[in-house]
């Protein structure tokens, strides 16, 4: 045969395949209803949401003792694995299962994910398969109780740390999120009362910041401190993991819109702001005072993530300066102010940082939301007219079951625990440090 017509054999066949790969009539199925572009785009949200737990890692990580730095890293990606397992497994059906007792919870109707399927289009949200829905939603329920380990850092037992924070998954995080998200009617129904929680300030960060102030209370004091606590061994690293919330907060707040629409673009451009404003009000604030330091720009920069979170769907960007500036003020007071009067030791500041930015951003939503703002119909007080219903109060409404709630069965939690294997460390353990007691490893090793 001819070296030409082999050459025109092979390209009639390439063509032939070709068209048959591309053809709707020999392609496979697409399933009905699927939106490919929102769908490409909540694999990218849900991936940039579990990057926050790596980032919240280096965050926490820096601030810590260089003794106890591998345990925090240790602890965040044990969340990681443990919280995937259980949310897959129950912890998806109790937040978004049908109403039992009264909308307290969700039923056990995905089990082992039963019924949750890949192809299965417009089950919980219309043109993406449930299954993403599912897998975005369990990276929330994956950092949410990274955030309470700040806490506790540098005097925790490892089990102790894993028989917590998987309770506490199932019997706090899992309802919270079913009376905010899941479709809770009743008493608990807030998502039905017109709380506005966009991306988590009631169901993430309120409620973790409650539970790591009750488990400062329950632990106690580190040794020394607060005289004899160093400084944060790492701060590079601290900024490093700061960025990477902020990178993957764009995934936790516009990824919420559960689609590549007008309100998820609004989402991410008022989460920039207000961190931006947030991180430039604790620098003047610390400059009206004496130095402005990195910690403190960045520790800004949380509080203007975690504050926006619930009012990412409601606010515009003018409304995200106030709702940033006002973050920084707050967790500002809570954390230089606050904490030494109650004399409490929150190692790494999640409750002056999660808890009262968090219980801002949810009131702010209140005050700055506007229904100019695509997706949203709710007005805040400043933009209140005669019909509309008074969103501050709904707010604040949010903000006090999740408080009590949480507060109450997270602290009842650690005592049990406490009580049956034990949370804190023993004295000559938290000396020597976690990383070896807890791990047998050590972060920094000095090669002769």
Known sequence: MKKSKRVWIGLCAFLFMSYGISSPLLAA???????TGHTAWMLMASAL???????????????????????VLMQCFMCMCLMTLLWVVVGYSLAFGDNVAGGFIGDLKYLFLRGVEGHR?????????????MVFQG????????????????????????????????LVYCPVCHWVWGGAEGFFGLGNDG??????????????????????FVLGKRQGYPEKISPPHNLPFAVLGAGLLWFGWFGFNAGSAVAANESAVNAFVVTHVATAAAGFTW????????????????????????????????????????????????????????????????????FGVHGVAGIWG????????????????????????????????????????????????SFVLLKIVDATIGLKASEQDERVGLDLTEH????YTIMD
């Open 121 to 133: 289009v417009g089950g919980m949200v219309e043109g993406i398969p449930d299954q993403l829905f």
């Open 195 to 216: 709380a506005l929680d966009f991306a988590g300030g009631t169901v993430v960060h309120i409620n973790a910041g409650i539970a790591a102030l009750m488990a400062a």
């Open 29 to 35: 199925d697409e399933p009905a209803g699927i939106d």
């Open 49 to 71: 949401v579990l990057l926050m737990t790596p980032g919240l890692a280096f965050f926490y990580g820096g601030l810590v003792r260089r003794k106890n730095v591998l345990s």
């Open 139 to 170: 990276m929330f329920a994956i950092i949410t109780p990274a955030l309470i380990l700040g806490a506790f850092a540098e005097r925790m037992k490892f089990a102790g740390f894993c028989v917590f924070s998987a309770i506490w998954l199932l």
């Open 362 to 409: 949810a009131i702010a939503a209140g005050i700055f939301a506007t229904a100019t703002v695509p997706g949203n119909d709710a007005n805040g007080l400043l933009f209140r007219t005669e019909n509309d219903p008074n969103q501050l109060i709904i707010q604040l409404k949010a903000v006090i079951y999740t408080l009590i709630y949480s507060g109450i069965v």
């Open 283 to 350: 620098a003047i604030i610390e400059w009206f005072r004496g130095k402005p330091t990195v910690l403190g720009i960045i520790t800004g920069a949380v509080a203007g993530l975690v504050a926006i979170t619930p009012a990412a769907g409601s606010v515009d960007a003018m409304g995200a300066i106030g709702v940033g500036i006002g973050a920084s003020i707050f967790a500002y007071i809570a954390v230089a102010f606050f904490k030494e009067k109650l004399g409490y030791d929150d190692s790494l500041d999640v």
């Open 440 to 443: 047998a490893e050590t972060a």
